[in-house]
């Protein structure tokens, strides 16, 4: 190979980054391995963990009709706690995957399997980050806390999963949109069950986003023996998206619908159109979705950001209703 051949290798890019990403042309050369570990150069992740922290932290706003000013620190602490958490996980991941990561395509090109980090630097990481997490976590009420440091058994299981069960998502969408419980219950207090029914409308939405993720994968993990939904449907895939939608859609209805405050039905109206043009941006992922083309399946996957954020304008726009 020569010192002119431009690939993701030579360069230390990851391969399914964004091209021309801030990380790779900006971050100084000695802290890009560890960006790139926390996939700050693929912020599509941080954005799928939010945005059901924000879902939870609204709905509860216009549950209970009150806006103060430490739901705008719950909503900016959400978003530094979701950049942390989920460099944190990622780069957890990235420890736990480091041998089998080194055998697939995708993922061969990440830090550790690359030789640009050690997994000992890459564990130290990812205390750092759990560290400066749980000092924002602590800002939140009590059993706020509690439920973020419940979060961690989740997000240490899930690397795991791919090896004894051929559903990893869903052990992604119990990790993934925790958020929805703990932004809830850091601005009422408590745990409600509207914040339990969008959560599992999150699950049902991370099953749609992830198992479309994992089929750029499916000949790779098929060598090694990695289980994914993707693998376990095959070409049912399309037929197991539409149900996935149809739960999302339905659970994050009647959560609205629980948490709506009484004689506000301008406020359940406007919140209602959140989960209806989520459902109709899935529909047209769908008619989009070509399970072979891996560059048309990585854009789809990007695009559940558009999607996690319909619900939010919608329920941020009841709160003036």
Known sequence: MTGTEQTPEVQGQVRDAVRGNWVDRWAPSGARPYLRLSRADRPIGTWLLLLPCWWGLLLSMVSDGQARWFDLWIFVGCGIGAVLMRGAGCTWNDITDRHIDGSVARTASRPIPSGQVTAKQALAWAVAQCLVAFCI????????????????????????????????????????????????????????????????AGMAWTLFYDTIYAHQDKEDDALIGVKSTARLFGDDTPKWLSRFLVICVFLMGAAIVLAAPGGNIMALVVMIFGPWAMGWHMVWQMRRLKLDDNDRLLDLFRSNRDAGLLPVLFFAGALLA
């Not at 939140?140 to 051929?166: C, D, E, N, Q, S």
Request: net charge positive; no cysteine.
């Open 137 to 200: 976590l602590i800002t939140f009420p009590p059993m706020a806390i509690a439920l973020g440091v419940l979060a961690l058994l989740p997000v240490a299981i899930y690397p795991f999963a791919k090896r004894f069960t051929w559903w990893p998502q869903v052990f992604l969408g119990i990790a993934f949109n925790w958020g929805a419980l703990l932004a809830w219950t850091a601005h009422s207090g408590t745990l409600g069950l509207p914040a339990v029914l969008l959560y599992l």
